[in-house]
């Protein structure tokens, strides 16, 4: 492409990785192609439970870690199990399509 070497490109070590926005990875692989799978609102009610602490979001199942202690709640295990059988479904129409 003849574009100059850039030596000033960010560079994040392993240890690095847990203070990374996931988000921002996700928007940039997707800009270069990667196809993602965000649930949306398809968990249903679960989406919306405002009585307890609960990680995840349209994008998809999430923990609130805070500093490691905190476990996974059934809700966010159940949200998580949720992505995993909707995400499979949506490959295996693509699988189908080729």
């Known amino acids: 492409m003849s574009a100059p070497t850039k030596s000033d490109v960010p ?23 990667m196809i993602f799978v965000p649930i949306g609102y398809t968990f249903g009610a679960g989406m919306f439970e405002m009585e307890k602490v609960k990680g995840g979001s349209p994008y998809g199942a999430g923990t609130f870690a805070g500093d490691g202690s905190r476990q996974p709640s059934e809700l966010e295990l159940e949200q998580a199990f949720h992505q995993g059988k909707y995400i499979a479904a949506i490959t295996k129409k693509l699988k189908g399509a080729a």
């Open 11 to 33: 560079y994040i070590t392993p240890s690095e990785l847990p203070d990374a926005d996931g988000l921002t990875a996700i928007t940039q692989l997707v800009h270069h192609g």
